[in-house]
C-alpha cells in the first residue's frame, strides 16, 4: 500500500524494536477504512491502540532478520528458512502464557524473549542487545603456498586481519571477524572455507540498564545454533521471576554460566 512522505515521517518515529508490527498494523487500519493511501491520521490512531491494547499484542517472543537472504552480497553464510526453524522452535515452548504466570501485571513489549538473526558481521539487525543474537560467520583457512601475492585480500579485509609477506598470504585470527569477504575475492585459492554457522550472543538489552550481550565462544553449525537456543529457553523458563531479561537471569544464577553453553 502506498504511504504519504507525512506518515512516513510519522512511522519512522516509532521504536524501532515495534515499527515493523505497528507499521503491519497501520496498514490493516487503513485498508478497514477504504483507504488508498496511509496518512498519518491512520499512524496516530494506529500507535494509541497499540499502547491502550498492548498485551494483545504480545506473543511472547520476537525474531528479527536482517536482509541477507535476499542477496545481501555481504552475507557470510546462506541459512535459507533458518529464521523460520528458530521462530519454530521458539513458538512450541508457549512463552506468552508462560510470561503471564511469571509477570505481575500485564505483558509489555520488553517481556518478550527477543532474538535477533544477522548473515554477516555488519549486525544490521542489531543482535547485541537482545537476549539471543546470532552473527552469520565463514572461518577462512590459508593455505600460502597457493598464494600469488596479488594482495586482494588485503585490500578487501577491513580489520586488518590478513598481510602478505614474500608472497604468502598470513592470517591474524584475533583480528578476524569471519565476515568471508577474502575467501570471495581470492583469485588463487589460498583461503577457503574452512567452516560457516554463526557467532552466538547472548544476554543484550536496552531500557533503564542497558547491556551488550556477551560472545559465547566458537562458530556454531546451524544445528547446533538450534541446540544452543534450546538451552538457554529451558535457563530462562526455569530460572525467570518475574518476567526479566535473559541477561539478568545469566548474571543472577551465576556471572559465568555463559561458559557452559
Excluded at 487503513?30 to 499502547?51: D, I
Excluded at 555481504?74 to 510470561?99: D, G, H, T, W, Y
Excluded at 578487501?156 to 571477524?177: F, I, N, P, Y
Amino acid at each position: 500500500m502506498k504511504w504519504s512522505r507525512d506518515a512516513e515521517e510519522a512511522v519512522s518515529r516509532v521504536p524501532f524494536f515495534v515499527r515493523k508490527r505497528v507499521k503491519k498494523r497501520v496498514e490493516e487500519e487503513a485498508n478497514r477504512a477504504g483507504a488508498k493511501e496511509v496518512t498519518p491520521g491512520h499512524v496516530r490512531s494506529c500507535q494509541q491502540r497499540f499502547l491502550n491494547r498492548m498485551e494483545e499484542e504480545v506473543k511472547g517472543y520476537q525474531v528479527e532478520t536482517c536482509f541477507g537472504e535476499s542477496g545481501c552480497p555481504n552475507r557470510a553464510v546462506a541459512s535459507k528458512n533458518f529464521p523460520e526453524e528458530l521462530e519454530a522452535l521458539i513458538s512450541r515452548r508457549n512463552l506468552k502464557e508462560f510470561l503471564k504466570q511469571r509477570v505481575d501485571g500485564p505483558l509489555k513489549m520488553h517481556h518478550e524473549f527477543r532474538v535477533s538473526v544477522s548473515n554477516c558481521p555488519n549486525a544490521c539487525s542489531r543482535p547485541q542487545i537482545v537476549d539471543l543474537g546470532l552473527v552469520g560467520a565463514c572461518v577462512p583457512k590459508v593455505f600460502p603456498e597457493k598464494c600469488s601475492g596479488c594482495e586482494a585480500c588485503v585490500e578487501t579485509c577491513k580489520e586488518g586481519a590478513l598481510s602478505v609477506h614474500g608472497g604468502k598470504v598470513c592470517l591474524d585470527v584475533s583480528r578476524c571477524l569471519y565476515c568471508g569477504q577474502c575467501v570471495k575475492v581470492c583469485p588463487a585459492g589460498a583461503i577457503e572455507e574452512a567452516a560457516a554457522g554463526y557467532r552466538i550472543l547472548v544476554g543484550g538489552k536496552l531500557g533503564r540498564h542497558p547491556k551488550l550481550a556477551r560472545e559465547l565462544r566458537g562458530v556454531r553449525t546451524l544445528q547446533e545454533a538450534l541446540n544452543t537456543l534450546e538451552r538457554c529457553l529451558d535457563l530462562y523458563q526455569e530460572h525467570s521471576r518475574k518476567g526479566e531479561r535473559f541477561g539478568e537471569i545469566l548474571e543472577r544464577i551465576h556471572p559465568d554460566w555463559t561458559e557452559s553453553l
